[in-house]
Each structure stands twice: as C-alpha cells, then as structure tokens.
C-alpha cells in the first residue's frame, strides 16, 4: 500500500487524485508544517516538504512531477499519462517537466518571496518578478492548448491536473479565467470533475 504525506492546499493535490483516479489504496498522513520536523519525517523528506509519496516497498519519492510521472507509469491502464512507447509521451514529459522547472518555482518564488533574497527590501521585487514570470509560462501553456483539448496523448493526463492545481495557486484568480482562455477551458473541464471537486472540499484550490 502507498502511504502519502501531504497537507491540504498543497502539490500533494495531484498525486491523492492520481492515486484516486489509479483505484490504487493508500493512507493519507497529514503533516503540519512546522520548522522542526520530526526525524522520521526529514529521513523520507531532507527538505521537510510535502507532498512525499512512500511506495509499497518502502522507498520514498519526492517532487510532485515525479510522483505523478511514477504513478503513470505504474498504473498504466488508469489513463494518468502515456508510458514508454505510447503516442504523446513526449508531450507528456515536456509539460510536466516544464511546469516543475518553471511554472512550480515560480509560484513558490511569489508565496515565499522571503527564500529568495537576504535583502528584507527586496521581497517585493522578488514577488513581483516571479508574478510576471508566472504570466509568461501561463501563457505559453494557453498558446499550447491552442486547438487542443489536452497537453498531451489527445486525452487528459496528469500533466493537465498539475497545470489546473498551478494555475489555481496565482493570486489573481479572476485573471485566470479571463486572461488565458484555454488554460481556462481545460480547467473548467478538469474542477466540473466530481473526484476532483470533492479533493477541492479539503484542498480548497478554487471557489465553487
């Protein structure tokens, strides 16, 4: 059985819907945040963050692409992403590895802006940089969804769950549904999901 530590309003939102959506049992730890984390905890998570993802073997992954990424891979006939040899793989990765480098950074870049500079006068200008670069890779995943339905393999996957959790994460949410009306179309698809609208009860990643 998995076990999956996580809190609410955070990346573990897509792996418990990966997981949800894959029929596969696990128990869902909640961690509170906290600076001084138990030892058991920092010797599956270094960096005392969630999500973190223990398989049924005992080995522990962390970075939410990465679970996402396994899980497909693991569950192949669940629909969460294509695996090895199957058509939009390379889309699939592109896109998830995209928003982990990139769009994933920056949110955390806006939210944490105190991480990012020694200097307690230049928070505001570390927020504001990471909001433009947020609009920037918003919208270059609007122009990819340009004609499109899905990021990849002409169905949903993970990459578009992960894409509808990052997009609710930028501080304007009215700016969302307007500015980037693709992202908005798939995401409306995504939060009309029932398992994904039940999630949000807890996760609290978009207003009804």
Known sequence: MYKLYTRPGSGGFVVEAALKIAGAP????????????????L??????????????????????????ILLAERHPGAGLGPVAGEAGRADFLRWMA???AALYPADLRYFYAHRYTTDAGGIE????AALAEM?????ILDRALEGRD???????TLADLYMLMLVCWYPDAGKTRTAW?????????????PLLAELNVRHEMWAD
Not at 125 to 128: C, E, G, L, T
Not at 150 to 156: E, M, N
């Open 26 to 41: 696990f128990d869902l730890i909640d961690v509170k945040k906290t600076p001084d984390p138990a030892p058991d905890f």
């Open 125 to 128: 200008a570390v927020k504001q």
């Open 135 to 139: 609009d920037r890779e918003i919208g």
């Open 181 to 193: 009306p693709n992202v908005e179309r798939v995401s409306a698809t995504l939060r009309a999901d």
């Open 150 to 156: 899905w990021l990849a393999a002409g169905r949903r």
């Open 98 to 100: 995209f928003m982990a």
């Open 43 to 68: 010797a599956i998570s270094p960096m005392n963050q969630v999500p973190v993802l223990v398989l049924p073997d005992g080995n522990a992954v962390t970075e939410t692409a990465a679970m996402c």
